[in-house]
């Protein structure tokens, strides 16, 4: 048997039947010797990370039951067509949170770590969990990770109790000193994603409005 390592593009089976349908993936639409989780037919591993930052009402979060989960709460309750595939953890502490400031709060949640207490910018944290996370999953996607806020808090300098308001401002840390901004505008996200969209005079007006002054 000869290995060539073509392919047969979508596309071009397309064409060729002068068909619309949807395909199934097939053999041939698949190199020759490649791994099975390198196509499309392997799913790329998800994980994602949600902060609510003025707290929630914790009843309406907790499930009954122990080991096996019983009755979802009102908040997990659209899980339950997967409930034998959740997992809820709790009694949960993170100590190095503490005073429960605004800034050590947020730069606790995903680094569990103890931020340095200082107003400038020789601000010192932690690796936080998803970007030791995007280090091993990362790679098989477009960006290893997405940060995403529904608002961007445009404080700078001291903020709390003597502490930089970097740590307020970013959840995600990519090292000790590195942290990673949220983005909040939908078409920044969506370019990052995906590209700019729209016709050559949108993509050129779009350019024009992000320049600067």
């Known amino acids: 048997m000869i290995i060539t390592k073509k392919a047969l593009p979508r596309r071009t089976f397309l064409?060729?039947?002068?068909?619309?349908?949807?395909?199934p993936?097939?053999?041939?639409?698949?190199?020759?010797?490649?791994p099975l989780a390198k196509t499309a037919a392997g799913p790329v591993p998800r994980l994602g990370f949600v902060f609510i930052p003025m707290g929630t009402d914790h009843p309406r979060w907790m499930p009954q039951g122990g080991e096996v989960l019983g009755e979802l709460s009102p908040i997990l309750s659209p899980l339950e067509a997967v409930k034998d595939q959740v997992t809820v953890v709790t009694n949960l502490e993170l100590q190095n949170s503490y005073p429960g400031t605004h800034d050590t709060s947020n730069s606790g949640f995903l680094s569990a770590a103890f931020a340095k207490h200082t107003e400038?910018?020789?601000?010192?944290?932690?690796?936080t969990a998803d970007q030791v996370a995007a280090k091993q999953i990362g790679q098989e996607t477009r960006l290893a990770s997405l940060e995403l806020s529904v608002d961007l808090n445009p404080l700078a300098g001291a903020c709390n109790n003597?502490?930089?308001c970097v740590y307020q401002n970013n959840l995600s840390w990519s090292s000790p000193t590195t942290p990673l901004p949220s983005e909040a505008h939908p078409r920044i996200v969506f370019e990052r994603l995906f590209g700019e969209g729209g016709s050559l005079?949108?993509?050129?007006?779009?350019?024009?409005?992000?320049?600067?002054?």
Do not use: N, W
């Open 15 to 23: 064409k060729s039947v002068q068909g619309m349908l949807a395909l």
């Open 25 to 34: 993936l097939l053999d041939a639409m698949i190199p020759a010797a490649t």
């Open 120 to 127: 400038s910018s020789d601000y010192h944290l932690g690796t």
């Open 162 to 164: 003597g502490y930089a």
């Open 201 to 213: 005079a949108e993509r050129e007006a779009s350019l024009r409005s992000r320049a600067s002054l």
